[in-house]
């Protein structure tokens, strides 16, 4: 995906608010240039700092793959579904785009540096914030067990409603402005 894809038509309320917050920001900056906006657009948020205080251990049943790994590889869930095996990627799971937070919170660090400089621009104010590289369900599920020794117990079940089968950022922009990527696999 590219910050100039075409965007609306959301297919969820989730969607939806994120969409209508770009248009307030743009709004607000209409409005009022003295205001100086940028969006980061997040791809797929995981990980923890590494002291280990904060991170990512939601109440109840995750929703996200992340959390839902994690908590299976400690045994509070005994399986994790997998949606869909029959997407066309390469192992038929789905693929998506999984950005550590630590590179996500530069690169707020590095927006915030952008909108008070000189080069600041509304036309370059929308930014991908990802790694440029999709992983399936399964690779991710292979690199949580190398990485922690752990087994995860999966099924492959049904497809889950809304889902697409492959998400990833085209980063470029964010490189090229400011000077911001992925540094975390
Ligand atoms: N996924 C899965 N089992 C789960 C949660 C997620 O197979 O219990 C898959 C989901 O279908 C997608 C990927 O993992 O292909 C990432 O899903 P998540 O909900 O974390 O983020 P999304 O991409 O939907 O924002």
Redesign the pocket.
């Known amino acids: 995906l590219k910050e100039t894809d075409p965007t609306g038509a959301t297919t969820n309320p989730y969607g939806t608010s994120k969409y209508m917050i770009e248009q307030i920001l743009h709004d607000l900056y209409t409005s009022d240039n003295t205001f100086k906006i940028a969006i980061l657009r997040y ?2 948020p995981v990980g923890a700092h590494e002291s280990g205080t904060i991170g990512e251990d939601p109440n109840g049943i ?5 959390p ?2 994690s908590q299976t590889a400690v045994g509070k869930r005994e399986c ?5 095996g029959d ?1 066309d990627t390469k192992d038929g ?4 785009d999984y950005i550590h937070v630590i590179d996500l919170a530069n690169a707020h660090v590095k927006a915030i540096d952008y909108i008070h400089s000189k080069q600041f621009s509304i036309q370059r104010s929308t930014f991908n914030i990802g790694t440029g590289i999709g992983y ?2 399964l690779q ?1 599920i292979q690199a949580f067990e190398q990485a922690s020794s752990k087994k995860v117990l ?1 099924k492959i ?1 049904q ?2 409603a ?2 697409i089968a492959i ?1 990833y950022a085209d980063a470029s922009l964010a490189l090229d402005t400011l000077n911001w990527k992925g540094t975390k696999t």
Do not use: A
């Not at 995750?62 to 992340?66: A, I, S, V």
């Not at 799971?93 to 998506?96: A, I, M, P």
């Open positions: 791809f797929n995750p929703n996200n793959l992340m839902f790994i994790l579904s997998v949606f869909g997407y799971t789905g693929v998506r399936s369900v991710m999966y079940v497809r889950r809304g889902d998400c």
